[in-house]
């Protein structure tokens, strides 16, 4: 039955009367009270451990506390100190299992857990500014005081003060820190390196975060890196990590695809609260936002005082540009030899993991534990319990693949004064030659379409992250086999005669593109391959596998300039050069090498509309338009050789 027109607003006042006077009446007691049986506050018995812990609230200059987990050896005394900050909760990088002993609550995330504990070192880690425990504003790689920072504070200064307090406030130190981490915790070392502390005497950059837009993470020569937008949501939106990226397709080429540009996709997602994203956004060409916070141009003008271990994977997904960049811009102003090089055969942080393999490729031995042993440990032991029995490391460590040996080089590139650049030319007939004479006549021809880009991967593409139960083998994928690009009539593919001799590289091969499109703007993909010979006895599914030994992707707006994005002329045969990922790698007799050249790499990079539009962010579904591609056969990627040999049958 309806109430009528009166009795209703008189029914709803009553109840809203009868809430306000059951929220302010106190309530009697409907049951006694049961005790909690939770304590206030919990202490853990802790005789059997050996070591203790204690989580302190460190003060900086500004006032801001920053979280800082300090992990002591049992017994210690006169221990040097080993510092990580990071982005990525503190608390849990050292206590990645609950156990009473040091070595296993070091076994995860950028603990080389070995080397710490048998070197004695008193573990720190601090959780950066805005991040998990810490107080204060969470900035994406916090710019240096200045331009881009109008504060005073950063992270060279809360690096400081936190040496300041440890060296003054941990009992069991002999006043010597160093400073480790692997991506954004090897961004932080490098900070480190800029008005270092006093105490500073060992600064470890691992696979670190050093231009986002050249080479790492958010951009490559232009292209955007999209596959790192669910790092961006997660890392940046909330201060515990806690908003999650939602999985909409079980392939993520699907999921990309179907969002049209990046920019709409970020939309979808609500990205546009995070500032970061749209500094993102609104800065896609190299200006001075990216150029004023590139690490390498920044320690280029600081001298060098810290013996500085940078560490590199060549094989690494996520920040293949960092670590040679910063040793090429600081190694000249290196006058006492405190700057060194490793490279290993990893992906990123492979060097804590296991080194033994990489997908389906084996290094007959633990590359990995033979570098911790041989290079990381007596590093720190030299440097930072100031023992100079100890012998210094060689200038460069480096892992020649192909051969699978450790070389020791007096600088890098490692071929000296024996290597030159050696032209490894596309020439006509789909063939790769070493050396000769260029041809300018001829071309081969490819249709790209934004509506069918070539995968960076083979189908179904698992979503972005590193567990491996999930199916995320994303660590992994450059060493994929790359058959089934090759196989592609989009993809232009090169490949030289059987090898009857070895031909190494040593450095960073360079493409020099010599390519037209029928559109106004165009990307272009190389990719470097040692092609396996048709049967392995000793490993059958590595027969004729294509390995990716260096590679990389050009945006060809920016080809008169990385902050000058134009147009390209339609139908117009246009150089474009740019360098390749460092390799160091042997190609063994029997083996073949391969040039693979593509227009796009997707969903690791947005697409290119191929029409020339202000900002691809805001590309819309009618500029994305299918070019016809002409590599021509003056084209050649120019190898750094240590050996040239006539070597194919």
């Not at 240096?144 to 109008?150: A, R, S």
């Not at 790092?231 to 908003?243: D, F, H, K, P």
């Not at 492979?350 to 033979?370: M, Q, R």
């Not at 002329?569 to 474009?576: E, G, S």
């Amino acid at each position: 039955m309806k109430k009528s027109a009166l009795a209703a607003p008189l029914f709803v006042a009553l109840c809203i009367a009868g809430l306000a006077h059951a929220q302010t009446a106190p309530q009697a007691p409907q049951y006694p009270a049961l005790p909690s049986e939770t304590p206030a506050e919990f202490a853990s018995p802790t005789p059997g451990f050996n070591y203790t812990r204690r989580t302190v609230m460190i003060p900086m200059r500004d006032g801001t506390r920053l979280n800082t987990v300090i992990i002591v050896p049992k017994g210690a005394a006169n221990a040097p100190i080993l510092l990580t900050r990071t982005p990525y909760d503190a608390a849990g990088m050292v206590a990645h299992a609950e156990s009473s002993d040091l070595e296993s609550i070091l076994t995860g995330y950028d603990n080389a857990a070995d080397v710490i504990v048998d070197g004695g070192y008193i573990r720190v880690v601090q959780d950066v500014r805005g991040k998990y425990g810490s107080e204060g504003d969470y900035v994406m790689n916090r710019p240096l005081h200045g331009p881009l920072n109008p504060t005073p504070v950063d992270h060279s200064t809360d690096t400081w003060d936190t040496i300041e307090w440890l060296t003054k406030n941990v009992p069991e130190t002999n006043g010597r820190v160093g400073i480790i981490g692997i991506s954004y915790d090897g961004f932080l070392p490098l900070m480190a390196l800029v008005n270092p502390h006093p105490a500073l005497k060992v600064s470890v950059p691992m696979n670190p975060m050093v231009d986002g837009w050249m080479g790492d993470d958010w951009f490559h020569h232009g292209a955007f890196r999209q596959i790192n937008m669910s790092y961006i949501l997660e890392q940046v939106v909330t201060r515990g990590n806690s908003a999650k990226w939602f999985a909409s397709n079980y392939d993520d080429y699907d999921m990309y695809l179907r969002a049209g540009s990046a920019g709409e996709l970020g939309r979808q997602r609500g990205l546009e609260q995070s500032g970061f994203w749209n500094k993102v956004v609104a800065h896609p060409s190299y200006d001075s936002f990216w150029q004023q916070q590139a690490m390498d141009k920044i320690l280029a003008s600081q001298p060098v005082t810290v013996p500085t271990l940078l560490v590199h994977s060549l094989w690494d997904a996520e920040d293949i540009y960092g670590p040679i960049a910063v040793y090429k811009a600081i190694k000249p102003n290196d006058k006492e030899n405190k700057v060194f090089l490793s490279m290993g055969p990893w992906s990123h942080g492979g060097a804590i993991g296991d080194g033994s393999t990489l997908g389906p490729v084996k290094f007959n031995a633990d590359t990995a534990l033979y570098w911790r042993q041989n290079v990381l440990k007596p590093f720190l032991a030299r440097y930072l319990k100031g023992d100079e029995s100890v012998p210094r490391i060689p200038t460069v460590t480096a892992f020649e693949t192909g051969t699978n040996t450790w070389r020791n080089l007096a600088s890098w590139p490692g071929g000296g004064e024996g290597a030159k650049p050696v032209a490894l030319r596309l020439a006509g007939e789909q063939k790769a030659v070493l050396g000769g004479a260029a041809d300018a006549r001829g071309y081969d021809e490819y249709v790209s379409d934004p509506s069918k880009p070539v995968p960076f991967r083979q189908r179904p593409i698992p979503p972005y992250g590193y567990d491996e139960a999930k199916g995320q083998s994303w660590p992994r994928w450059l060493v994929d086999d790359q058959r089934e690009a090759s196989g592609r009539t989009d993809v232009a593919t090169f490949v030289s005669s059987v090898l009857t001799a070895p031909v190494k590289i040593s450095g960073e091969p360079v493409a020099n593109l010599v390519a037209s499109t029928s559109g106004t703007d165009s990307d272009w993909v190389v990719k470097l391959i040692d092609v396996y010979p048709d049967q392995v006895g000793s490993q059958p599914a590595m027969g004729g596998y294509q390995l990716m030994i260096s590679g990389d992707i050009f945006r060809g707006r920016y080809r008169e300039g990385y902050d000058k994005p134009k147009a390209l002329a339609p139908n117009k045969p246009l150089t474009y050069r740019f360098g390749l990922s460092t390799a160091n790698h042997v190609f063994l007799p029997g083996h073949r090498i391969m040039v693979q050249v593509q227009s796009s790499w997707f969903p690791l990079y947005d697409r290119n509309p191929q029409t020339f539009v202000p900002n691809i962010f805001f590309a819309r579904p009618g500029d994305y338009k299918k070019a016809t591609q002409r590599v021509y056969h003056s084209s050649f990627i120019e190898l750094p050789m240590v050996q040239a040999t006539a070597a194919a049958r």
